[in-house]
């Protein structure tokens, strides 16, 4: 594979356009080599060099000027990507960054009192924002620099030094920690042990002597709790880490308090808590968290507004479904869809989608919710690679569904092959189990539809599916269960799933 198309392909459609027109930034000409060669590495044919040179160099091939082009061409990709980086960034890092290289500039020019202003405030920024590795950068600066007129006391910049020190050590510490923990959690996860996640985390936090940093650094407390919080949703254990992450906010809440370089970190946290608690099936108290979460990103969060506030409506509408608010939870999606302001990447717009098709078929808006799906016109390689394996397996399966309810019984069984093919590796997976049973208990469904109500295809739908108490259950497999379950009934798919949410299976 060729490493720099593989680099191009990473970028979503906006970010491939902005950096067409980026290559031409310089000069506009009519012909540029660099941006023809950019065309054809995005397209999904892959060529050899040898095809490359000589579409672009037809009446004289040159392997020289070639993988010169290509350094131009991965020069603008990485220009392009600093950028962008810089204008995403959350953390104060770019910013410390301009201002250190406008004092560094400066201090060239010999303009020392400005380039002293600069930099103090370079540190103050980088202070605030606990960016420990910058600030080390600027102190060796501010004491390289110390014989200026315009310099502070050299004996306090050494003292703030070595502060600064002991903080970037247990950011180091930290971050060994941080692997640590992710490699014995895949380990558990892998050998299909009990997870015990907070016994884990807590053994390496003691070695490294890190259990009180938890509480006060919240970049370090939002670190831990996601690499646990992917352990959770690889084994659906959402019941332990429930009271686990939030005792863990509170701790911090209480004690310390998140300044405003810490927002970003809070709001992650009530969003993980109000996540849990839905999948938890704990509606109310979920919309709770989502509450204060609204309230912080609208307050000293609103710098993180735009990234949020699609997670925000998400989640709010998943919780009203469950609150027989399915109305309202369309009303806030289709407001989000095609009425907010506020910028959707593509990875939000796809999740809106799917979402806005399950509530229009929880109203039994099945022709509403088919053209909802028919519209996301993308392969499933691009929808794997932007949204991700489990992602395209859901809305597959939603989309057979559909087509049973639609009544086209023969595309519901091309369907289902089709699936069978592209998921086998997963459907032969412990996890995915009742997966593959679903599906062929809709092929019974499709071969004898008289039956779907027997008492023999009750018995046989028991005996395919594995679900323990409701309790234990993921609130995702029960929505497919309730499908089902409605079916053998003969009765409204909503009104069941409702039920199934206030019952035990």
Do not use: C
């Not at 831990?224 to 863990?248: G, N």
Request: proline share 2%; aromatic share 12%.
């Amino acid at each position: 594979m060729d490493d720099l198309k593989i680099t191009l392909e990473t970028l979503g459609e906006e970010d491939r356009r902005e950096l067409g027109i980026f290559i031409q930034r310089q000069k506009k000409k009519k012909s540029r080599k660099d941006l023809t060669l950019y065309k054809l590495l995005l397209q999904e044919k892959q060529y050899t060099p040898e095809q490359l040179i000589a579409r672009l160099y037809p009446e004289d091939p040159n392997p020289v000027a070639y993988y010169a082009l290509r350094k131009r061409l991965t020069r603008h990709l990485t220009d392009f990507i600093m950028l962008k980086r810089m204008e995403e960034d959350s953390t104060a890092a770019s910013s410390i960054m301009g201002l250190l290289s406008l004092a560094r500039y400066l201090f060239d020019a010999r303009v020392e009192r400005l380039a002293w202003h600069y930099l103090n405030k370079a540190e103050k920024l980088a202070a605030t924002n606990e960016q420990y590795d910058l600030l080390n950068t600027i102190y060796n600066l501010q004491i390289e620099k110390a014989d200026s007129a315009y310099a502070g006391n050299l004996e306090e910049i050494i003292t703030r030094r070595n502060e600064n020190k002991l903080a970037a050590d247990e950011v180091e510490r930290a971050n060994i920690a941080s692997s640590l923990i992710s490699q014995r959690l895949q380990a558990v996860r892998r050998q299909g042990s009990d997870l015990h996640f907070d016994r884990i985390i807590q053994d390496v936090l003691s070695s490294y002597n890190l259990t009180e940093a938890v509480s006060k650094r919240p970049q370090l407390l939002y670190k831990l709790m996601s690499i646990a919080r992917s352990a959770v949703l690889a084994r659906k254990d959402f019941l332990t880490f429930e009271p686990y992450i939030i005792s863990q906010y509170q701790e911090t809440e209480q004690k310390y308090g998140f300044i405003k370089a810490h927002q970003y970190y809070k709001l992650s946290l009530l969003y993980m808590i109000a996540h849990v608690l839905y999948r938890n099936k704990k509606f109310v108290e979920s919309i709770h968290y989502l509450a204060l979460l609204h309230n912080s990103m609208s307050g000293d969060g609103k710098n993180h507004f735009a990234t949020f506030y699609p997670r925000y409506i998400f989640l709010m509408v998943a919780n009203l479904v469950f609150l027989r608010n399915n109305t309202e939870a369309i009303g806030l999606m289709e407001k989000l869809l095609y009425k907010s302001k506020v910028h959707l990447s593509q990875r939000d717009q796809l999740t809106a989608l799917l979402g806005l098709s399950f509530n229009y078929f929880a109203q039994g808006a099945f022709g509403k919710a088919n053209r909802v799906l028919l519209g996301i016109k993308r392969s499933d390689k691009w929808l794997e690679q932007t949204m991700g394996r489990e992602w395209v397996l859901k809305k597959k399966m939603g989309e057979l569904i559909l087509q049973y309810e639609l009544g086209n019984e023969d595309l519901v069984l091309n369907k289902i092959r089709s699936f069978e093919r592209t998921f086998k590796d997963l459907l032969q997976q412990t996890a995915y189990y009742n997966v593959k049973q679903y599906l062929q208990l809709i092929k019974h469904m499709v071969d004898q539809p008289e039956l779907v109500a027997s008492e023999a295809f009750f018995q046989q739908v028991e005996q395919s599916l594995e679900f323990e108490s409701f309790e234990n259950t993921d609130i995702q497999a029960m929505s497919f269960y309730a499908w089902l379950k409605a079916k053998m009934l003969r009765r409204p798919y909503y009104d069941v799933l409702l039920e199934l949410a206030q019952s035990n299976l």
